[in-house]
């Protein structure tokens, strides 16, 4: 049984400092974004007011416009439609034509810091690799639970207290859920 608890506690061990700096930019970029800090901070924006954006041209006329500005050019320039507007390059650096209200056009490139990319790739908007990192962190969360479970199993001096703490933690989320609603 002892070597059972032993595979547990390097299994929760090994697990946990390989997931750490995953761990550490979701605590940190949720945190923040409770905050109200988002993807933009710390980005540099640029906007230039356009007359028009002829319909089938739409790439040819915004490459233009940052060529005619000396702005730099996305990597990616695939024209995609995001929320109706034409937007082309990745998020680190984006180019997008922006439909106001009034109705007029403005071409806006926004090149993102290091906390707005780390904020995108913690609401899944980012690459596929990250996105294997997100889903092998989420399915270790399950594993550290459940080892640390194994590994307490043993302790039955202390298992009055461990369910006093699982069921106040229960209690207190499910009352800051049904607040929150």
Avoid at 65 to 74: A, R, Y
Wanted: aromatic share 12%.
């Amino acid at each position: 049984m002892f070597k059972k608890k032993q595979i547990w506690m390097k299994v929760h061990l090994y697990l946990s400092l390989f997931f750490l700096p995953a761990a550490l930019i979701y605590a940190i970029t949720g945190s923040l974004y409770l905050f109200d800090i988002k993807e933009e901070a710390g980005a540099t924006i640029h906007e230039i007011p356009i007359e028009s954006l002829p319909k089938g041209k739409e790439q040819d006329t915004m490459l233009q416009i940052l060529k005619d500005n000396n702005l730099k050019i996305p990597s990616d320039t695939t024209l995609k439609m995001v929320r109706g507007n034409p937007s082309m390059g990745s998020i680190q650096y984006s180019v997008m034509v922006i439909k106001e209200r009034d109705g007029t056009m403005k071409l806006r490139t926004l090149q993102r810091g290091f906390y707005g990319i780390l904020l995108l790739m913690h609401k899944g908007k980012g690459g596929f690799y990250f996105d294997i990192i997100a889903i092998g962190f989420s399915v270790s969360l399950f594993l550290f639970y459940f080892s640390g479970l194994i590994i307490t199993a043993f302790c039955k001096h202390k298992r009055g207290a461990a369910l006093l703490a699982f069921f106040c933690g229960l209690c207190v989320t499910g009352l800051m859920v049904f607040l929150s609603i």
